[in-house]
Each structure stands twice: as C-alpha cells, then as structure tokens.
C-alpha cells in the first residue's frame, strides 16, 4: 500500500532537513528517507568532526605567536573525545527526534525514484515500502568522494574523509593526495595532532585551486613551516600496499616514491546519483542533477521533481545547501497553495555570486564572490586592490609574525566589490561583512562610511578603500 504525503525527501542531510522544516512550516505534509544517519555527511563525517579536529591545532599555533604564553603537547585521546561528542558519537536519536517534531514522518531506508511523483524506500531488512508525493519529490543525498584511476589506489583501500574524520589512531606517517579544502584541512588536523610525517601531494601548481592564488601560497607556506612536505606538481603513477593495513607506497612520475601508514585521497567529490532512479524522471542516471533557481530540476515532465544541496552539484558547502533547501522547500509551498512563486526570497540567485566559504586552516581563508580570474573571465571591467593584513594594527596586536592579505575585486564601472579574499589567522569572522557589501552591491563610497573598530582585524576594509583612493 502506498503512503501518500504531500511531500517526499530523499536524504536526511543538511539540505534535506531544511526542505522538510520548511515545507512543514508551509502546512505541508512530509515524509524524510534517510538510509544512513539522519544529519548526513556534514553532522558525522565532515564539517562537524572536522572542526572538532581542527580547533585545538589552530588554537596552539594562535597562542605560540603570543610571547609569553605556551601550550603543553595536545592531549589526542581528549579531542578525539570531544570530536566522539560532537559528532553524538555516531547516533542520529536527537535529529530523527527533530524530524519526527515537525512533526514529518522519517523513513529510515534507500529511496529511489520510481516513476513521476513515486518513491521507493528498501529497508535495510529488504522490505520495500512505497511513497507517493501529492506536490514535490525532493532529492538531498549529497554527494560521494571520487577516486582517481591510478594502478593499485583503489586495492590499498585509502581513507576517505570519512575515515579521516573518524580517526581513532592518528597514523605517524600520511600521505595526502589532493591539495583542496579537505587535503589542506586534514593534513593540518592530522599533523598537530600527532602524525610526525605528512606528505601532501598535489597535482596542480598550487594549494585551494578555486580561491585566489597568493591564499593557497600563505597556507602552503605555512604548511612547511610546519614541517608538512607539501609537493606540487606531483603526478601518482601507483600505488601499493602488498599487505591490508601495512604501509603504502605511492610512486610518482619523477621517479620518487613516498611510503606512509596510510594514505588519504581527497580528490573531489561527485553528487550522490546514478542509483537514484533518474532514469524514471527522465534524466540522465548520472551527474548532478540539473536545478533552476527554485530548485526544481529542468527537463522533469509536469515539474514535480527538485533538487537541494550537494546532490545538484551547484556549491558543495553545507550553508549554500541548506540555503537552497529554506528556498526549495518555501516555493513547493508557495506552488502547492497557488500563491506567487516568484517573490524574490523564492530564487536563490547567492549562487551566482561566488558562494562564501571558510578553509580552516592556519591561516585561515576566506572568500566571497569572485575571483581577479573569474571578474575578467565574466568580461566585468576590473580592478583590484591588495593590503598586507600584517600591517593592520588589529592584526599585529593578535600576535607575533601575524602573516596575512585581503584582496579585493572591484567592479570599475559600478564601484562595487564583486569579490573578496581574505587569508590570515583568524580571518573567518571577517567574511560574513565581506558577504553583506558583495551580495548588496554597496557602493564603494557608502562603504567608506562603514567604519571598522579600532584596533580590530575589520580596519583592513579602511585600508583596501584607501589603496583603491578614497
Ligand atoms: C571532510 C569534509 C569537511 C567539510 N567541511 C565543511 C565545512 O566546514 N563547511 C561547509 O559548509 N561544508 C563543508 N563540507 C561540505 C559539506 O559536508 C556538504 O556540502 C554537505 O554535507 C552537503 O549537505 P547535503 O545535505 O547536500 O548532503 P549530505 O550531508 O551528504 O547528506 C545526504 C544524505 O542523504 C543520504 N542519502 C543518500 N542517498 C540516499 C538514498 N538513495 N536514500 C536515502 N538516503 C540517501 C545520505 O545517507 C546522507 O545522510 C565538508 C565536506 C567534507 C567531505
Ligand atoms: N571548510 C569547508 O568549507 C570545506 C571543508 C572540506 C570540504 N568542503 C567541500 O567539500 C568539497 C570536496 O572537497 P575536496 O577537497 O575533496 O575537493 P576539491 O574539489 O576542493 O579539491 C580536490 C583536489 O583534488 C585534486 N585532484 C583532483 N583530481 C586529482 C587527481 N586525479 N590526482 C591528484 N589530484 C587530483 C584537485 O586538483 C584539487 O586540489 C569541496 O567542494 C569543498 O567545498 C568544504
């Protein structure tokens, strides 16, 4: 027998959730399936677990640039505690319990699409229970790590960042192969919490590809500081590992070879289809699902399919995800009760400016809109203007050999930013500001009355409007 709801979410993640609180918001009824962990990737593999690992590493190298102060070695065992907690030590009790609040009925099981408006839920008993949607499927099942085809990766069984983010023995020698967001983040965790030797390899010339070039600089150059072994350039040829659990030998083009106790691929990620049922929509099996502004997915007959959050391939961040979901789930409400859907809270048009996003590293990098690089590209008439964090009082009060720089992309002809970028320790705070002025399109001279505090990291605006000559 078929249940029926007005709504239907596939994935209980970030995204997912959202949909559904919102849809409920709207007086809509809705079933959430979930297969795994209601929270998702981001509650108990990713950015929470992370974090959790990261914060004691960033707070030791804040308080080594403090003269007169110092840490003790990082006790490992208690922030592995304290990660365990974070991440409700692999329970989803209080998220279904959220759900089921709403109130939404949560169906623990894999969805698959099967025809228009249907949604099939195997149980992990082999039971299938069928639902029916009245208005809107919506699908949130996020994405999955991808591997590059080299000769022997796939047979070593390399970490993933979900063994990364669960790590219960820190290894004494890693390799890393990757040099994005998840690379630099866990070979920096992985490193201060105790593995001696880490060796990041990188494919391309620089660190953090899609942020501007001098951010993935600072942070490679305080990798090695450090005493990470950061090797750009470095293409893998093979990989072994003769023995399951013994050491792994990665081998390069230039000859060399790196051998380490465990290895971790952090190459990208891919949106979680292929075995959704996108074929009974009418799409293709796989590839991120194609959405307009309002979520819904393009090419679906009769409109009642969407999709939210990494799964649409549009920013792999948590915040945009859920973001599209408040839009996602308003405008299913919106159309279901024949209200206006095109009110301009109803569009999540933030994409298109070049999403805010944190790398929490030493140093920090953050960054909104776009970059020199992609303002030229898009044929916007561009200037930039660049300031050394360092000199700003705030900054140097913060600590000894503070190291850091803001850039900013203006837009001539309008005087507005269209991007800015800011690396330094500490800087994460300062991007919400940056968000406001890039999505608002301030113009420069309104900016100029915006006055930072002193003596905050914040007077480096001061300073970047002053290089550009006000
Ligand atoms: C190591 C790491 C650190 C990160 N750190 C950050 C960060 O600091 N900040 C940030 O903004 N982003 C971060 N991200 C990205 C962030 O994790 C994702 O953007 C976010 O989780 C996407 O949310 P989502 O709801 O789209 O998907 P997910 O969180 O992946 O959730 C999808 C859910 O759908 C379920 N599902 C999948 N298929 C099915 C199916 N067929 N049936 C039923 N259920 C299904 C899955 O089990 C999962 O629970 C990080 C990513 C990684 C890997
Ligand atoms: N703090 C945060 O906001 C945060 C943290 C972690 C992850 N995330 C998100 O999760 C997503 C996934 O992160 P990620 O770091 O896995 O992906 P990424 O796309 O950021 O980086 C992938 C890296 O792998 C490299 N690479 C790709 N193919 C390769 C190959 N064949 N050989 C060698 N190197 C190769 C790329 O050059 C790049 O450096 C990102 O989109 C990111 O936004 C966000």
């Known amino acids: 027998m078929a ?9 209980a993640g970030p995204a997912g959730e959202n949909v559904a609180g919102r849809a409920v918001r709207g007086g809509l009824s809705v079933a959430v399936v979930e297969e795994e962990l209601a929270g998702g990737e981001c509650s108990y593999w990713a950015c929470i677990p992370s974090k959790a690992l990261l914060r004691p590493v960033d707070l030791v190298a804040e308080v080594g640039r403090v003269p007169g102060l110092e840490t003790g070695p990082i006790d490992t065992a208690a922030v592995l505690a304290r990660r365990d907690e974070a991440v409700s030590h692999l329970d989803d009790e209080g998220q279904v319990g959220w759900i089921e609040g709403l109130p939404a009925e949560f169906v623990r099981g ?7 408006k249907v949604v099939g839920v195997t149980a992990r008993d082999g039971s299938v229970r069928t639902l029916r949607a009245r208005h809107a499927v919506v699908l949130a099942t996020g994405s999955r790590p991808v591997f590059p085809e080299v000769p022997g990766l796939a047979e070593a069984r390399p970490w993933t960042s979900r063994e990364a983010t669960a790590v219960r023995e820190v ?52 990798m090695r500081a450090s005493g990470i072994d950061v090797r750009t350039r470095a293409e893998v040829t093979r990989v072994e590992r003769p023995t399951p659990g013994g050491p792994v030998t990665v081998h390069l083009a230039d000859g060399e070879s790196v051998e380490a106790d465990e290895l971790l691929v952090a190459t990208g990620r891919a949106p979680a289809t292929g075995d959704v049922g996108l074929a009974s929509a009418g799409l293709p099996e796989h590839g991120p699902v194609k959405v307009d502004d309002s979520m819904r997915a393009t090419g679906v007959d009769g409109g009642w399919l969407y999709a939210v959050g990494d799964v649409n391939g549009r920013a792999l961040l948590t915040h945009m995800g859920k973001y599209q979901a408040r839009v996602c789930g308003d405008v299913i409400v919106a159309r279901a009760k024949g209200e206006p859907d095109d009110l301009p809270a109803l569009r999540a048009v933030a994409d298109g400016y070049g999403p805010p996003q944190v790398v929490f590293t030493d140093p920090q990098v953050c960054a909104v809109g776009r970059t020199e690089e992609a303002a ?63 999505v608002a399109e301030v113009p420069l001279d309104r900016l100029w009355h915006a006055v930072p505090a002193f003596p905050t990291v ?5 300073r970047l409007l002053e290089e550009y000559g006000l």
């Open 110 to 116: 894999r969805g698959k699409l099967d025809g228009p």
């Open 376 to 438: 030229r590209a898009e044929g916007f008439d561009v200037r930039v203007v660049e300031y050394d964090l360092g000199s700003v009082s705030g900054a140097y009060l913060l600590g000894d050999d503070y190291r850091g720089r803001a850039k900013a992309v203006v837009d001539e002809r309008r005087r507005v930013l269209l991007g800015v970028t800011f690396a330094g320790p500490g800087v994460a705070e300062l991007l919400q500001a940056a968000t406001v002025a890039v």
């Open 458 to 462: 914040s007077e480096v605006w001061l």
């Open 3 to 11: 249940d029926e709801f007005d709504v239907v979410v596939v994935g």
């Open 171 to 222: 290894p004494r020698r890693l390799v890393v192969l990757g040099g994005g967001v998840v690379a630099c983040e866990m070979a920096q965790a992985l490193h201060g919490l105790g593995a001696r030797e880490v060796t990041l390899l990188v494919r391309g010339g620089s660190l953090l590809g899609r942020v501007e070039p001098f951010a993935g600089e600072l942070v490679a150059e305080s």
